[in-house]
Nanobody, 115 residues
Framework: QVRLVESGGGLVQPGGSLRLSCAAS????????MAWYRQAPGKERELVAS???????NYADSVKDRFTISRDNAKNTVYLQMNSLEFEDTAVYYC?????????WGQGTQVTVSS
């Protein structure tokens, strides 16, 4: 059984920073790609960033040069450092991974960018 638990969301002003964390349990973390998705009100869930087990990264165009995804395989944790936050970054952020059979999602953490 894989469990993903996000933390680090909150309220931040435009231009501010937050770091999200996702702690994973179960024998999966070091073997698979991890990702962050987000879903804003009234919009579809979208991929924000992903990181392979060897550290290769991929970002949505809207967050490139502002967000950084990283992972610590020893701690079974993936991070999302978010800088220069904009109103449009307001969303629930979800941690995601999958093995050969199943998708796994965290419960989500709210990020609100507001002045």
């Amino acid at each position: 059984q894989v469990r993903l638990v996000e933390s680090g969301g909150g309220l931040v002003q435009p231009g501010g920073s937050l770091r999200l964390s996702c702690a994973a349990s179960g024998n999966i973390f070091s073997r698979y790609t991890m990702a962050w998705y987000r879903q804003a009100p009234g919009k579809e869930r979208e991929l924000v960033a992903s990181i392979t087990r060897s550290g290769g990264t991929n970002y949505a165009d809207s967050v490139k040069d502002r967000f950084t995804i990283s992972r610590d395989n020893a701690k079974n944790t993936v991070y999302l450092q978010m800088n220069s936050l904009e109103f449009e970054d307001t969303a629930v952020y979800y941690c995601y991974t999958r093995d050969s059979i199943l998708d796994y999602w965290g419960q989500g953490t709210q990020v609100t960018v507001s002045s």
